[in-house]
């Protein structure tokens, strides 16, 4: 996702700080697109996503006296938003239970017709695949960070990278004939 | 002929060489099946890139806001009864150790009903400052939250076990003396819990 920039970044932080609500609103009007739309891409419903929205700026003018200053604010406030999306999937952890089984409803690759689309396909994996494939591909987040976001290891991002492409790609019709 | 696999071929994509890496590279200048997947996974990553992104259906600045102005209510308030219990505690502790309460001077069990109460008014104090703090609210990594589950699952152990002691006999000469170990342990716990919060708080700059 594109880095977001906010117009008198410097002169509204400080404000916002100390609790004035324009300057809130203008970090709100700035950011609330692309943290819906990360939230929405982790967590497995809009009511999720929102709930996220919610949390992330309560999280973001709590903590703006922490805020350092030393990365981007986008940065900042997107890395809460991935942190507490990623709280909302271990809150509703059952769904990876409900993980469809990779045979169950899989089009066969001789009928083209039946091939999903992406945006189908990136919701069919399960929550913690599809949370690693947009933090890592689309967000750029190292294996590193994502496993210290999920609490989990390297190892353990890289694997479900390697089986939601080979989901993504099966699902896709984009297997290489052998 | 033995192909890359695809966690070897989201390998080539990372920045750096690792090692193994050469031969994976080697290979691929020879293999137009590997290339062919290769190109495949990037024109894959960069349609994910391209998917729309979705929009917020509602505005939701007001509940927002409403949500962060009552929330600084309770903080306020919290940070005054916690103050009033930690002034209870320091004046509870006076009493304790003045100076001319010698060992001889004062009733053991009342001594030790006053240490108690002391580290009650502590233990009470952490509490609020976790329940100011609200970690439940609040963006947790895994390992954080799997330390403070821990420290969590201590506590409740130890509540049983005050519990227990609570219903005990009152003519126990040993009540007093256990009593104020588990609250001792409780307070420790407490401080663990508030410091991992806290510690996890300003290492993730929040």
């Not at chain 1, 700035?30 to 919610?54: H, K, M, W």
């Not at chain 1, 271990?90 to 083209?112: C, F, G, H, I, M």
């Not at chain 2, 033995?2 to 966690?7: I, S, W």
């Not at chain 2, 099946?33 to 495949?40: H, K, M, V, Y």
Request: proline share 4%; charged share 30%.
């Amino acid at each position: 996702m594109e880095s977001v920039r906010l117009v008198q970044e410097e002169a509204l932080v400080p404000l916002a700080r100390g609790g004035d609500p324009a300057a809130q609103e203008a970090l709100y009007r700035a950011f609330s697109g692309p943290v819906y739309g990360l939230a929405r891409r982790i967590c497995r419903t809009r009511e999720d996503a929102e709930d996220v929205v919610q949390e992330t700026f309560l999280e973001v003018f709590r903590s703006l006296g922490r805020f350092r200053g030393d990365g981007s604010l986008w940065g900042w406030v997107r890395s809460i938003t991935a942190s507490k999306a990623l709280m909302r999937l271990r809150r509703n952890k059952y769904r990876d239970a409900d993980e469809l089984s990779d045979d169950v409803a899989t089009p066969p690759r001789e009928q083209p017709a039946l091939r999903m689309d992406l945006e189908a396909a990136l919701e069919r994996l399960s929550d913690t695949a599809r949370a690693v494939v947009w933090l890592h591909d689309v967000e750029g987040y190292t294996h590193d960070e994502i496993g210290q976001l999920m609490g989990k290891s390297v190892s353990f991002s890289k694997s479900q990278l390697a089986r939601a492409h080979a989901r993504l790609r099966r699902w896709l019709g984009e297997e290489v004939a052998t | 002929m033995n192909h890359l696999t695809l966690e070897q071929l989201l390998d080539l994509r990372e920045p750096g060489l690792e090692p193994g890496q050469a031969a994976a590279r080697e290979h691929l200048a020879d293999c137009p099946r590997c290339q062919a997947e290769l190109d495949r996974l990037g024109q894959r990553v960069a349609r994910l890139k391209a998917l729309p992104a979705p929009r917020p259906s509602r505005d939701q600045f007001r509940e927002i806001r409403s949500r962060h102005v009552a929330e600084r209510r309770r903080r306020s308030a919290a940070r005054s009864v916690a103050l009033v219990l930690a002034l209870a505690a320091t004046v509870a502790l006076a009493v304790v150790l003045r100076p001319g309460a010698g060992p001889g001077d004062a009733d053991p069990g009342s001594s030790a009903a006053s240490e108690l109460a002391a580290i009650r008014a502590q233990s009470q104090a952490l509490e609020e400052t976790l329940r100011e703090y609200n970690p439940d609210s609040r963006a947790i990594d895994g390992r954080t939250a799997a330390i403070a589950d821990r420290i969590e699952d201590q506590l409740s152990s130890l509540d049983r076990q005050i519990e227990l002691l609570d219903l005990m006999n009152l003519a126990d000469p040993m009540r007093d003396t256990r009593q104020l170990r588990l609250w001792r342990e409780r307070v420790g716990l407490l401080d663990a819990l508030v410091d991992v919060h806290l510690t996890r708080a300003s290492y993730a700059g929040l």
